[in-house]
């Protein structure tokens, strides 16, 4: 498909454990962003990509969360020592212009830490 | 303070009936963008309307339109002829100035009775 595809859609993970959630953005997009969406929330901003470099991570809300997009494609944020507040839906989005542009989403990831 | 604030968080509204899902925003940069997304159980964010802060004109997409009124910091979006697809979370947005963030609010739950 042409949109944003995340994987996998759903992980479980064990405390502790470290989790890797992929973003596969729409081609061409230059934008990435990550969103952490708890349950009965709206996104919170995690992480902007430019390309193929982190011009904002001021949302990740710890130094257990860290991302890449190396070659300005594909994303994976990943997430060491997982803990239960870590569960959440992640979001990631594309978009074709710089942050100006509009937004297109992927399904999510929703992560369940045990 | 919050940067987006839905006071609904639950509207109930008649097939075929319109229904406005209130929106505020609070920020003191003088250009930015207001943005509506849907939100189905399936999870995806989907984009229905865009507001820029210098548009003149209320935005408008399909059934849907923005109710901008500026002085007053409110973005309401207005759904008519509403459909039983219409079901859905919907978050307001807001990207500021320059910012690479987008703000969301905590959503309104909108349930569409046949």
């Known amino acids: 498909g042409a949109g944003v595809s995340q994987s996998p859609r759903y992980k479980v993970a064990k405390r502790g454990q470290d989790v890797a959630l992929r973003c596969d953005p729409i081609s061409g997009h230059v934008s990435l962003f990550w969103y952490q969406q708890a349950l009965g929330q709206g996104p919170e901003f995690l992480t902007y990509f430019q390309n193929e470099a982190q011009l904002d991570k001021s949302g990740l809300p710890s130094d257990r969360f860290f991302a890449e997009r190396p070659e300005g494609s594909v994303s994976t944020l990943k997430i060491q020592r997982t803990q239960q507040e870590d569960s959440a839906v992640y979001l990631c989005?594309?978009?074709?212009?710089?942050?100006?542009?509009?937004?297109?989403f992927g399904p999510g990831t929703r992560l369940t830490v045990l | 303070a919050q940067k987006i604030t839905q006071t609904q968080p639950g509207m109930f509204v008649q097939e075929k009936e319109a229904v406005t899902l209130d929106c505020t925003y609070d920020t003191s940069d003088q250009s930015y963008g207001l943005f509506w997304y849907k939100q189905p159980s399936s999870g995806e964010m989907i984009f229905l309307i865009y507001q820029g802060s210098y548009d003149e004109q209320n935005a408008t997409e399909g059934r849907y339109s923005l109710n901008f009124q500026k002085a007053r910091k409110s973005a309401n979006l207005v759904i008519s002829a509403s459909q039983l697809g219409d079901s859905a979370m919907y978050f307001c947005a807001m990207r500021e100035g320059v910012g690479n963030q987008f703000y969301f609010g905590t959503g309104t739950s909108l349930t569409v009775i046949p």
């Open positions: 989005a594309s978009s074709y212009r710089d942050y100006t542009g509009e937004q297109f």
